[in-house]
């Protein structure tokens, strides 16, 4: 690869100002396995986000996981968060996401990556995308100032996310009664 690479480990905080500096116009944050499917266009830089630790987060109130969380800790978590009262759907959420690719790819694939698939390629049959959708999950943008969106999926398929990254997605309550078959 000959595109500059450059690793982020510091807070988001810390981060902020680092991309707003250094953040050419092509470039791509990159957890891992977009290039297996799709080829990846002209990159000045890549931006390996995988150790950032903000964006492995995963949080109690409102629910929210991490832009960095892979496929694999959200469907644990979703196991998890299922339990309560409000994320009963979770669990199929969850069930569902047992089936997208194979153990290997979920392993380092993010549901952030594959929106963002999704978002470059609108072909691309996305489960994560129409999950996310029917769930009514929020994507939440941040750029290169601080300044941050909040999208749902489908508006983020055509949301400008030059110099932007997903810090994180949000899950809302639903009945118990709701349910994805
Ligand atoms: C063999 C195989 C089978 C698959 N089967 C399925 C399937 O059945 N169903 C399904 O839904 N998917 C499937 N996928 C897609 C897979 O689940 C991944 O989501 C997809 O490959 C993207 O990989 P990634 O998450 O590592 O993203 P990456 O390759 O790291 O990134 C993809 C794009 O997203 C951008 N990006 C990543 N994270 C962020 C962020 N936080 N903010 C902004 N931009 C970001 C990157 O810059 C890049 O442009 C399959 C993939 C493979 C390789």
Redesign the pocket.
Known sequence: MSCPWIQLTNSSREIRPKVQLAIPTN???????????YS?GPIDTF?D?TMVPE?KTIGATPYTVG??VS?TDAINSFESRSSESGYEYLAQLASHLN????TS??N?????????????HPE??????VLLEAAGATVH?RDGTGGQTSLRPVELLSAD?NR????YITFPQHAATVRFT
């Open positions: 470039t791509r944050f990159c957890t891992d396995f977009v290039a297996a499917i990846l931006i986000i964006l832009g960095g496929i089936y997208v690719a194979n790819v979920r380092v694939g993010s549901l952030t990556g594959n929106l963002m698939l999704k978002r470059a691309f049959p996305s489960d994560v995308f943008v996310m932007k990254v997903i810090e």
